[in-house]
């Protein structure tokens, strides 16, 4: 496996530690997707369920072994989903993310929207994902610090966008359709939340 120029490769229990820090009361839970090609293309590859502690935090999923793949951005990037409930979806999500993300045609980037095909959750209208800052958790969570504490990679948040909200930001720039979110205050992680164009 071959990494970013000037980035070691991160492993597994410092994804594990860098979770602990920032959710150290939460249950977590790590998931291999057994179907398809992960393992080939990441081998190890697994999802972190970090479970809700309060009953307004959201489920978090966090890939584990994404960063492990040359990114041609400036830092090896692993990914997250919030979620209202718990399910399996999002590991068959953030699995199909890490492969998609290791094929070096279809790299991600802050910015890039993935059309997944369906749902991202339930019977959602939501079907694309918006690579995406993860302002609901703060620098602490984006960042996975290692030596002399730099940043080793980055953690985006994968952001539920309607086929409407993609299109504008194809066509206008995600920035114009965060100002819109910002605007509307939208609730992120609900599965209805009406599209903001």
């Not at 309607?162 to 979110?181: C, P, Q, T, Y």
């Amino acid at each position: 496996m071959t990494h970013v120029d000037g980035h070691a490769p991160v492993a597994r229990s410092e994804i594990e530690c860098h979770i602990r820090r920032n959710w150290p009361a939460a249950k977590l839970e790590f998931v291999s997707w057994q179907e398809g090609p992960i393992e080939q293309a990441i081998p190890g590859f697994e999802v972190c369920q970090i479970s809700p502690v309060e009953p307004s935090d959201p489920w978090v999923y966090m890939s584990c072994g994404a960063s492990s793949v040359v990114s041609g951005v400036d830092f090896p990037l692993e990914f997250l989903i919030t979620s209202p409930q718990a399910t399996g979806q999002h590991i068959e999500t953030l699995t199909m993310v890490a492969y998609l993300h290791s094929d070096p045609r279809y790299r991600l980037k802050l910015g890039s929207i993935i059309e997944i095909g369906r749902p991202w959750l339930g019977s959602s209208g939501f079907m694309n994902l918006l690579v995406s800052l993860p302002y609901p958790f703060g620098p602490s969570v984006e960042w996975l610090l290692r030596d002399n504490d730099l940043p080793d990679i980055r953690v985006l948040w994968l952001l539920p966008i309607s086929d409407a909200e993609r299109d504008f930001a194809r066509a206008k720039g995600v920035e114009s359709l965060e100002r819109r979110f910002d605007a509307a205050a939208i609730d992120a992680i609900d599965p209805k939340r009406p599209s903001v164009v």
